[in-house]
């Protein structure tokens, strides 16, 4: 068999390459009333401005089925598994957990993303082309971790209240007031999600959103994926513009963020994600 990749369903990778490449992927939670919803299993129906509505991480007990499984499936070539930003959800850590209570622990390693949505994905993504060609585990792995390190993402919020009360925005971003800013420049560094400009024209924060993306991508050829939640117009501007500035782009996938990230960024949001030297 092969290395088997996993991740989780905030990767929002598209389904095909999924299938492809037979990456396993766990759901997170959103947490309705007293609903509990699995993404990308169940059927979700979600008021993004509520501020009843919140999210939970996999479990240790739901992640160390999925590993088991994986290894299983790859006849003991081993797991890695590349997980959301252990900064912005516990999903990493509850991974930790369940792979210290495996038996075979030794042949899964976890990946902390540093990133979220994509920036999760396009790791996950390299990781299994390499695991498909017939590498070792401990290639696939420093494959993933490598892709991790030089992942860059920038997004575009109407508000930042809902990041601020999850405590998923850097206590440097709180002194400002979103009513004051029409378009916070947010990024993720070293896992964590921070401001990054204040911008005040909805014409200027994509400029800035887009220069931010090229400058990131560089001359060796990127994969670039676009994300955004019911902004489809806004965000197929800004893939039309970044193909234009960007012709050595290697990759390029254009999606909705999924509902565990939506939740926390609201209706609007426009991101890029970027990974120098592609994943291929």
């Given at each position: 068999?092969?290395?088997?990749?996993?991740?989780?369903?905030?990767?929002?990778?598209?389904?095909?390459?999924v299938a492809e490449l037979d990456i396993a992927v766990v759901p997170l939670h959103v947490l309705v009333g007293d609903r509990t919803i699995r993404e990308g299993v169940d059927a979700i129906d979600i008021d993004y401005g509520s501020d009843t509505v919140t999210t939970s991480a996999a479990s240790p007990g739901e992640l160390r089925a999925v590993y088991e499984q994986a290894l299983e499936r790859s006849n003991g070539d081993g797991v890695v598994a590349v997980h959301l930003s252990r900064q912005l959800s516990g999903t990493w850590e509850s991974g930790r957990q369940a792979v210290r209570d495996m038996d075979a622990a030794d042949q899964v390693r976890l990946v902390d993303s540093l990133g979220a949505g994509l920036a999760t994905g396009l790791p996950a993504l390299a990781a299994a082309r390499r695991a498909h060609s017939g590498a070792p585990l401990n290639v696939v792995y420093d494959t993933a971790v490598a892709a991790a390190g030089r992942s860059r993402t920038f997004i575009l919020v109407n508000r930042t209240e809902q990041l601020r009360r999850g405590g998923?925005?850097?206590?440097?971003?709180?002194?400002?007031?979103?009513?004051?800013?029409?378009?916070?420049?947010?990024q993720i560094v070293e896992g964590r999600l921070e401001l990054r400009e204040k911008v005040r024209t909805r014409s200027k924060a994509y400029a800035k959103l887009v220069a931010a993306a090229v400058d990131a991508a560089g001359d060796?050829?990127?994969?670039?994926?676009?994300q955004h939640l019911g902004a489809e117009d806004a965000a197929n501007t800004v893939a039309t513009q970044l193909r234009?500035?960007?012709?050595?782009?290697?990759?390029?996938i254009v999606a909705e963020f999924g509902p565990t990230l939506a939740v926390h960024l609201g209706v609007g949001a426009v991101g890029v994600l970027v990974l120098p030297g592609g994943c291929a």
């Open positions: 068999m092969a290395v088997v990749v996993v991740t989780d369903s905030s990767a929002s990778l598209p389904a095909e390459l998923r925005l850097s206590s440097a971003a709180a002194f400002f007031g979103s009513e004051l800013v029409s378009k916070p420049l947010l060796d050829g990127a994969a670039v994926a676009v234009e500035l960007l012709p050595g782009i290697r990759e390029f």
